[in-house]
């Protein structure tokens, strides 16, 4: 029992840790880059490394963190990540044969376009004012951000799992015997 409690803390720190990092530091970098979103990174690893039920925990406490640090109606971002981490799984889980780079790269692409559609469909179903009502996917803006996010956050995992299939076993090739 207490090995598990032990083990959430030390989750939820690294989270808010994570969380405190993306909005102190990276969202006071210059335009292109503060589009890049640590979080999805770190929910695209957690499936690499831990199980499925820390995952969703730790998609749920980003998008906590996130919630509690941005101006949206809140449970936008814990939903957001809550249902990108779960689509994540599932096409981990059945799609994808192995953990290799391009696997990452292509569950990259998924978490980004996954998480901007359902973070802009919610601001418009949560948003009763009827200030995001505004159609995103013909705004400048919109595209320029997501194309930025995509890039970054493309290169930061590809450095990431470089460098972890350097120090881990996990991330081996492997060859299917012949039978």
């Known amino acids: ?6 083990k959430y803390v030390l ?3 690294g989270v808010a840790i994570l969380a405190l990092l993306q909005f102190s530091f990276i969202s006071a970098l210059p335009w292109p880059i503060n589009n890049f979103n ?3 990174v770190a929910i695209i690893f957690s499936l ?3 199980d499925k039920k820390d995952s969703w925990v730790i ?6 963190f996130t919630d509690a640090w941005l101006f949206h109606p809140y449970g936008t971002a814990i939903l957001s990540f809550f249902l990108t981490a779960v689509a994540l799984y ?7 044969t192995n953990r290799s780079l391009y696997s990452f790269l292509l569950l990259t692409i998924i978490a980004v376009l996954i998480d901007t559609i359902f973070t802009r469909v919610f601001l418009i179903i949560f948003d009763w004012s ?3 009502a505004s159609h995103f996917l013909v705004s400048n803006l919109f595209w320029g951000s997501l194309m930025w996010n995509l890039i970054l956050s493309l290169l930061v995992v590809g450095f990431i799992f470089s460098v972890l299939a350097i120090l881990s076993r996990r991330l081996k090739p492997f060859f299917l015997k012949r039978r």
Do not use: C, D, V
Not at 59 to 64: D, E, P, T
């Open 11 to 13: 989750l939820l720190t």
């Open 1 to 6: 029992m207490s090995k598990q409690i032990i």
């Open 90 to 96: 599932l096409i981990l889980e059945n799609l994808l």
């Open 38 to 40: 640590l979080s999805l």
């Open 130 to 132: 009827g200030a995001g």
């Open 59 to 64: 998609a749920i406490s980003l998008g906590f």
């Open 48 to 50: 690499l490394f831990l």
